[in-house]
C-alpha cells in the first residue's frame, strides 16, 4: 500500500484531503497530516511517506524549503504540491526541485486526485524495480570484481612472476603498486573447518568469506591499509600495509592480537594465525607467504587457535629413532599387547609434541607402518587359513581411504594420535583374531609345505604321502579345518604373496603372476578381483596413492 503524508497549514485543506476519497479502497494509506515543513519533517520520520501533498506557501518551513530538506535527507518519494491561481511561480520552482505534479486547490476533485496518485505510483514502482535493478547488477559487478582481484591475489602469493607486465597491468587495475608494497602478513586457517562445513556451522562460505574480510577492514582501517585474500578450506591471507615511518614491534603484536581477538569473537569460530615476518615488494611478500605456510604447521602441536609468529617457528628435521618406534609398535601389535600399545602411543605423543617433527612426515611415516601391518596380517591369515570373512575384511581395508583421510587431515598431533592409535587396535585385535585358529599338526604340516611351495605347482598326491594320510581323508579334514580345499588355499596363498609383489613400482601384472606360479594372466586377474575385491591394477594404485 503506497503511503501518503498531506501538508497544509490551513485545517479545512487537511480535513477535506482526509475525506476527499476512501484511501485505502484504493490501495493509499492516509498516514497523517501536517501543519508545516517543521511538522512534516517530524512525520516523513516517523511514517516514512511515499508521496507528499504539499502546499507551497506555509508559515515556519514552506513547500520548497521542505522540499530542500527533505532531498538533502535522500528522501526517495515523490511531491505533489497544492497551489492557488497566483502560485505560478512557486510552482515552477517546485517542478524544478523535483515535485511529480501539482494540484489547484480551488478546483480539487477526487478523482483527478485519485489519477494522479494513481499515476504518481506507477512511476513509484517502476523507479524502484529499476532502482532495484540497478542495485542488484551492481553488487554482481562488485562480487565479479572482488572475485577477480581474489583470484589474481592467489595468483602473486603462489609465485606468478611479479615482474611479468600483463601482471604489473593487472596489478594497476585493482589499485596495486607490486613494488612499493610494505608491511606484514597475517596467515588465518578456521580450525576444525571441514568438521564445522559438514556439520552446518558455516552455513553460508561466501557470507563467511565476506564477513571475515569486512571485520579485518574495520579493525584495522583507522591505523592502515589491508587486502584480505581468501585462499580456500577457511584459510586467508592478510597483508596489512604500513604508511609512513610504520610499525614498532610492539605495535605490530598488538595489532596482531587484537585482529584475532575480534575475529574470534564475532565469528564465534576457533581461529589460528601466524604473523610474518616484514616484506617488501613482491617478491618479498611471497616469500613471508610460503614461511608462513610452513610455520603455521606447527599448530598441529600448539592445538586450535594458536598465535604463531613465524620467525619463532623450528619444525625439527626426521629423527633417527623412528626404527625402534616401528619395532616397539609391530612387537605389540603382533604379540596382543593392547596396553602396552596404548603406553607408547601415549608416550610418543610427548615425545611428538617435544621434537616438533613435520607433520606431513609423521602422518606418512605412521600410512607406512599401518600399510605393512596390513600386509603382515594378511600373510598370518594365509598361515591360520582363517575363512572368517567378518574378520578378513576389516583388516583387508584398514587402511582404507576414511582412514587415510582421517590420518592426513588430523589437525593436532592430540587428534592424530588418538585416530592412529584406534587403526592400530583394531588391526591388533585382527592379529588375535586369527592368530587363535588352530588346525591339527597335519594340516599346519600341509600349509608349511604350501608355503615352501608356493611358486611351483605340488599334487594332491605329494601332500598326503608327506603327512601319511591317503588323499580323500587329508582333503576332507583341511577342509573341516580350514573351510576350503586345499585348492583353494594354495591359490589363496599365492594371492597373498603377489601383494607383496604388486607394491613393488616397476612389476608388471603378467610378471607377478609367473612369479606366483600362475601362467596364465587372465586367470590370475579373475583369481584376485575374486580373493582381494579389487583388479591387481586397482589394488597397485591404492597403494602408490599412500603419501
Not at 1 to 15: A, H, S, T
Not at 349 to 366: C, D
Not at 408 to 416: D, L, N, P, S
Not at 445 to 452: Q, W
Request: proline share 2%; charged share 25%.
Amino acid at each position: 500500500m503506497i503511503r501518503v503524508l498531506v501538508v497544509d497549514d490551513e485545517k479545512i485543506v487537511r480535513i477535506t484531503l482526509q475525506t476527499i476519497m476512501k484511501w485505502e479502497q484504493h490501495g493509499f494509506e492516509l498516514v497523517g497530516t501536517a501543519g508545516d515543513g517543521l511538522q512534516a519533517l517530524e512525520q516523513v520520520a516517523k511514517s516514512n511517506p511515499d508521496i507528499i501533498i504539499t502546499d507551497l506557501k506555509m508559515p515556519n518551513l514552506d513547500g520548497l524549503e521542505l522540499i530542500q530538506k527533505l532531498h538533502e535527507r535522500s528522501y526517495t518519494g515523490k511531491f505533489i504540491v497544492l497551489s492557488n491561481y497566483d502560485d505560478y511561480e512557486y510552482v515552477r520552482e517546485a517542478m524544478k526541485l523535483g515535485a511529480a505534479d501539482y494540484l489547484l486547490k480551488i478546483t480539487l476533485k477526487p478523482e483527478e486526485l485519485l489519477t494522479l496518485l494513481i499515476k504518481i505510483s506507477e512511476q513509484l514502482s517502476e523507479e524502484r524495480k529499476l532502482k532495484e535493478t540497478n542495485i542488484s547488477m551492481q553488487i554482481r559487478l562488485n562480487e565479479t570484481y572482488a572475485q577477480q582481484k581474489n583470484a589474481f591475489w592467489k595468483e602473486l602469493l603462489e609465485n606468478r612472476d611479479p615482474n611479468d607486465s600483463s601482471a604489473g597491468a593487472e596489478a594497476t587495475k585493482y589499485g596495486l603498486d607490486l613494488h612499493a608494497l610494505r608491511g606484514r602478513l597475517i596467515y588465518l586457517k578456521i580450525d576444525h573447518y571441514e568438521d564445522a562445513s559438514s556439520n552446518g556451522k558455516i552455513k553460508n562460505k561466501k557470507l563467511l568469506d565476506f564477513s571475515v574480510a569486512n571485520i579485518i577492514k574495520e579493525t584495522v582501517s583507522n591505523k592502515c591499509r589491508s587486502d584480505c585474500v581468501e585462499i580456500g578450506n577457511g584459510t586467508y591471507a592478510v597483508m596489512i600495509y604500513e604508511q609512513g615511518i610504520g610499525f614498532s614491534e610492539e605495535a605490530w603484536q598488538m595489532l596482531f592480537r587484537d585482529l584475532v581477538h575480534v575475529l574470534n569473537l564475532y565469528l564465534n569460530l576457533s581461529i589460528s594465525s601466524t604473523l610474518s615476518e616484514r616484506f617488501e615488494g613482491m617478491r618479498s611478500l611471497q616469500e613471508q607467504y610460503d614461511h608462513c605456510l610452513r610455520a603455521s604447521r606447527a599448530r598441529f602441536y600448539s592445538g586450535a587457535g594458536s598465535m604463531l609468529i613465524a620467525s619463532q617457528v623450528d619444525l625439527s628435521q626426521w629423527p633417527i629413532t623412528t626404527g625402534l618406534w616401528s619395532e616397539s609398535i609391530t612387537s605389540a601389535v603382533e604379540e596382543g599387547d593392547s596396553e602396552r600399545l596404548s603406553e607408547f602411543m601415549a608416550d610418543l605423543a610427548g615425545q611428538l609434541n617435544g621434537m616438533k617433527i613435520e607433520p606431513l612426515k609423521i602422518k606418512q611415516f605412521f600410512l607406512t607402518l599401518l600399510a605393512d601391518l596390513e600386509y603382515r596380517i594378511t600373510k598370518w591369515r594365509a598361515v591360520t587359513g582363517t575363512n572368517d570373512r567378518s574378520v578378513l575384511e576389516p583388516i583387508i581395508v584398514i587402511l582404507s581411504d576414511s582412514i587415510k583421510r582421517s590420518i592426513t587431515q588430523a589437525e593436532t598431533a592430540e587428534q592424530f594420535i588418538a585416530i592412529t592409535e584406534q587403526a592400530l587396535q583394531e588391526i591388533l585385535n585382527g592379529f588375535q583374531v586369527i592368530k587363535s585358529r588352530s588346525y591339527r599338526k597335519e594340516v599346519h604340516h600341509v600349509i608349511g609345505i604350501l608355503h615352501e611351495k608356493i611358486e611351483g605347482k605340488i599334487k594332491l598326491d605329494q601332500l598326503a604321502k608327506e603327512v601319511n594320510m591317503n588323499v580323500n581323508y587329508l582333503c576332507r579334514i583341511f577342509k573341516r579345518d580350514t573351510g576350503k580345499s586345499i585348492v583353494q588355499y594354495m591359490n589363496e596363498l599365492k594371492i597373498v604373496q603377489s601383494m607383496e609383489l604388486l607394491k613393488l613400482p616397476d612389476c608388471r601384472v603378467k610378471e607377478v603372476a609367473a612369479a606366483v606360479g600362475i601362467d596364465d594372466p587372465f586367470y590370475f586377474n579373475r583369481l584376485f578381483r575374486r580373493t582381494v575385491g579389487v583388479s591387481p591394477s586397482e589394488y597397485r594404485k591404492k597403494f602408490s596413492a599412500i603419501p
